[in-house]
């Protein structure tokens, strides 16, 4: 019990670290018998600390993808196979590559687009849970203004 309280607790500190500002996407979604924690911000309105954390050029018109994977049935924060990709409006497809980073043994993935602004985009995630074959999708939209 208490090893699972632990998890928990250090799921809540790295989803602490998701982007929390105006104009963010901060959403959590379920698929099939995971969470996932996902948000997307402009970099411009993210913590230096933040960015120089994760090595992200704070720039206008980057967009930053933070996803977080905890499966409920056991709670444990899941290491995945993940792929990430943003359509516009303007039917333009791209790969957000996303890199891992690793807190207290907690995985999250965070992963930088350029866009135009403004702009709206759909986020189409796929993932495989390390350990597993199947593959698990959900789809999250986001719109960005110029300030």
């Given at each position: 019990?208490?090893?699972?309280?632990?998890?928990?607790?250090?799921?809540?500190?790295?989803?602490?670290?998701?982007?929390?500002?105006?104009?963010?996407?901060?959403?959590?979604?379920?698929?099939?018998?995971?969470?996932?924690?996902?948000?997307?911000?402009?970099?411009?309105?993210?913590?230096?600390?933040?960015?120089?954390?994760?090595?992200?050029?704070?720039?206008?018109d980057?967009?930053?993808?933070?996803?977080a994977?905890?499966?409920?049935?056991?709670?444990?924060?899941?290491?995945?196979?993940?792929?990430v990709?943003?359509?516009?409006?303007?039917?333009?497809f791209?790969?957000i590559?996303?890199r891992?980073?690793v807190?207290?043994g907690?995985?999250?993935y965070?992963g930088?687009?350029?866009?135009?602004?403004?702009?709206?985009?759909?986020?189409?995630v796929?993932f495989?849970?390390?350990?597993?074959s199947?593959?698990?999708r959900f789809?999250?939209?986001?719109?960005?203004?110029e300030?």
């Open positions: 019990m208490m090893n699972k309280l632990c998890s928990t607790t250090t799921m809540l500190m790295i989803i602490s670290f998701l982007p929390l500002t105006a104009n963010t996407q901060n959403a959590r979604t379920s698929v099939d018998e995971y969470i996932i924690y996902h948000s997307a911000v402009k970099a411009s309105r993210l913590p230096d600390a933040s960015t120089d954390h994760h090595g992200i050029e704070s720039e206008p980057n967009v930053v993808v933070t996803i994977i905890r499966n409920t049935k056991t709670g444990e924060n899941v290491y995945a196979d993940l792929k990709t943003t359509t516009n409006l303007n039917e333009q791209e790969v590559e996303m891992p980073t807190v207290n907690m995985v999250s965070t930088v687009v350029d866009v135009t602004l403004p702009v709206s985009l759909e986020l189409e796929a495989i849970p390390a350990g597993e199947e593959n698990h789809s999250f939209s986001e719109r960005f203004v300030n």
